[in-house]
């Protein structure tokens, strides 16, 4: 058993003169402080990586910056899905009693730290370096033809992708760390830049700079516990020219895994906080987890269902697309609104019932999926 003692999140968008060692220390400083526990009581770190400050050894680095001397260190990349597996990670040594405490940290500044041209050639990175990367296609590109493939497969529209860009944006407005204040409507996502077909400008995350971290401990000895009941993972492929159908992508997988520990069904879902680099990412995401049927996310997203006070909010501090996106950091943002939700500190944002959360992660284009399920400490 592990629970999530604390939390820890900057405001993304730029920070002028911070490094990524900085942007991770605010964070992490934040963390401790929510869960009420000293330098000195942390044993075991993991780290994400960094495209602006790509050193081998981060962890240890972060570690020896922020004053620590962890008994385990451990560095992790599996692209947007490092964050939730960091977390999953950090449960599972918990609970095997390799450490007590467990400070999981990542941040960047991917927007101020370095050119447009670089943050573009690091992420075309992804590609495979033969058949894919010598071609030109960025991170965007890719997605752009994974959408075109599911708008094709399942009826999907440019303006159901909209419909999501709006609601992360409408979320946004209500947390003072988002990146973006200014609302967005339907029209306004569709008349965008082009950026890859069918995709445009507000279908994608932006660049950021910005920090994550949260505890994770053996026992609950914080005021703001959250127990950690189920995770698991999937990774299905790493290219897309080498990618599965559509269909047979890992998010269905990685969720039935973090499904068997407690039997948990999906129906008994109350809040979810779900990967969003793009548009399309959420809308197949959504449906993959079964939290919409195919082709219906946006239908749901019309109805309210997503909203923060619909059926199952979704993202309520803004998600990639509007909070910000500063790499690994950006999905644990996520969590971090997850367990200010589960714990009655989202202010206005504040849901009616956050008693079991769905967080899903995706790394590479699709390929890596981490699942995990979070419930409230009665």
């Not at 053996?218 to 080498?242: E, L, M, N």
Request: aromatic share 6%; with cysteine; hydrophobic share 45%.
């Amino acid at each position: 058993m592990s629970f999530i003692t604390g939390a820890g999140l900057t405001s993304f968008g730029k920070h002028e003169g911070r490094s990524t060692l900085d942007l991770m220390s605010m964070a992490a400083e934040s963390a401790l402080a929510d869960a009420g526990l000293a330098r000195r009581d942390i044993d075991g770190i993991l780290c994400g990586y960094s495209t602006v400050q790509p050193h081998i050894m981060l962890a240890t680095v972060f570690a020896e910056h922020f004053g620590i001397q962890p008994q385990y260190a451990h560095a992790v990349q599996v692209g947007g899905g490092t964050g939730m597996a960091m977390a999953m990670l950090a449960h599972i040594l918990v609970t095997t009693g390799v450490a007590k405490n467990i400070l999981v940290v990542a941040g960047e500044n991917r927007l101020t730290g370095q050119t447009r041209d670089a943050a573009v050639q690091s992420l075309a990175q992804v590609g495979h370096p033969v058949f894919e990367v010598p071609l030109g296609p960025t991170i965007p590109a890719y997605y752009g033809l994974v959408a075109s493939r599911y708008m094709h497969e399942h009826g999907v529209t440019e303006e159901d992708l909209a419909v999501l860009a709006v609601l992360m944006r409408e979320h946004a407005l209500m947390h003072p760390g988002a990146q973006f204040h200014d609302p967005i409507t339907v029209a306004e996502v569709m008349a965008s830049k082009p950026i890859a077909t069918p995709l445009k400008l507000l279908d994608c995350c932006p660049v950021s700079d910005g920090g994550a971290a949260f505890i994770v401990s053996r026992d609950d000895t914080s005021k703001h516990g959250v127990k950690v009941i189920g995770t698991g993972q999937a990774h299905t492929h790493q290219y897309v020219t080498t990618a599965p159908a559509l269909s047979d992508l890992g998010a269905a997988p990685a969720l039935a895994r973090a499904s068997e520990e407690r039997g948990i069904a999906i129906r008994d879902v109350r809040y979810a906080a779900i990967y969003d680099s793009f548009t399309i990412t959420l809308a197949m995401l959504l449906e993959d987890l079964g939290l919409a049927k195919r082709g219906e996310a946006a239908a749901r997203a019309r109805n309210g269902d997503f909203g923060i006070m619909g059926a199952l909010p979704l993202n309520t501090h803004g998600g990639l697309l509007s909070y910000g996106h500063c790499g690994v950091g950006g999905a644990m943002a996520h969590l971090v609104e997850t367990h200010l939700q589960m714990t009655g500190r989202a202010g206005q944002r504040q849901v009616k019932d956050a008693s079991l959360a769905l967080l899903h992660g995706d790394g590479g284009v699709l390929s890596s999926h981490v699942s995990m399920f979070l419930e409230q400490v009665r």
